[in-house]
């Protein structure tokens, strides 16, 4: 297993129970999506995972890594790319730098090595070379996820976490981010692990899935099993709220 996560809780202030005794393993190359509503505790097991929260109890173990593991070793194991890439991505540097900057942090790279090595990651994610140059304003909300893509696997992670990466896409580019995720998993052996409210990205990229709800795990197990034959009461209705090939939105109605 790249991941074991056992019986983690969370607990804020004002004693608010965000996590309260998840456990879910990632193998090696796998995909694992979390799923569930807003609040439902998904983000903050992804955080704790990459490091940026704490957990009240719980144990995780990514690899073979030391708990005592710094910064450094752990960024080469787990990379974390985020819903807004314009928010993480530095607004005054350039995709090459932005990429150089990974590099230079975990390799030891020459001048020619690293331009070489940039250009592979471009490739990965399907952008062309003429972007290197390019500040995040002068690149689409797509293209910046990509760049926030090539980043996170610049230092060759075993595990990829991904929250919410493609939310915030148009349809069209949601698909084509999707499809560089399964080509990337197939061309670097990364895993994934997956935050995400949406069923139809649970589909295309994942293997298995777990869904939660008020911090509990309520349903686990293969996507097509638990997306296809639903047992729990909340996953039958997150199931059934996705809209149905040819759907439209009743005359009158109102978006939120």
């Known amino acids: 297993m790249i991941l074991e996560v056992n019986d983690l809780r969370k607990v804020f202030h004002r004693d608010e129970v965000a996590v309260d005794g998840v456990s879910f393993a990632v193998p090696v190359g796998g995909s694992l999506a ?3 509503e807003s609040g439902s505790g998904k983000t903050t097991c992804a955080r704790i995972v990459a490091g940026l929260e704490h ?3 719980g144990t995780i173990q990514l690899g073979d890594l030391s708990p005592k593991s710094g910064r450094k070793e752990k960024a080469r194991v ?3 790319v985020f819903q807004d890439p314009y928010q993480s991505l530095d607004r005054r540097q350039t995709v090459s730098s932005c990429l150089g900057e990974i590099l230079d942090f975990h ?3 020459d001048k020619s090595q690293r ?12 952008l062309d070379q003429r972007y290197a140059t390019a500040l995040p304003k002068q690149l689409s909300g797509g293209q910046r996820q990509r760049v926030a893509i090539a980043r996170a696997l610049a230092p060759l992670p075993r595990l990829l976490i991904l929250d919410e990466a493609v939310a915030a896409l148009d349809v069209s580019i949601q698909a084509q981010i999707l499809n ?4 990337a998993r197939a ?12 069923l139809s990205v649970v589909r295309h990229v994942c293997d298995d899935v777990i869904v939660m709800r008020r911090g509990q795990v309520v349903e686990r197990g293969p996507v097509e099993k638990v997306l296809g034959d639903p047992t729990h009461d909340y996953t039958k209705k997150l199931v ?13 109605s109102t978006r939120d």
């Not at 331009?115 to 399907?126: C, N, S, T, Y």
């Not at 560089?180 to 080509?183: F, K, M």
């Open 34 to 36: 979390i799923v569930g």
């Open 55 to 57: 957990a009240t109890s």
């Open 78 to 80: 787990v990379q974390m």
């Open 107 to 109: 390799s030891d790279l």
């Open 115 to 126: 331009a070489e090595k940039i250009k592979d990651l471009l490739d990965l994610v399907g």
């Open 180 to 183: 560089l995720l399964v080509d």
């Open 187 to 198: 061309a670097t052996g990364v895993g994934y692990l997956f935050i995400t409210h949406d």
């Open 240 to 252: 059934g709220s996705i809209p149905r090939p040819g759907w439209v939105p009743a005359r009158g």
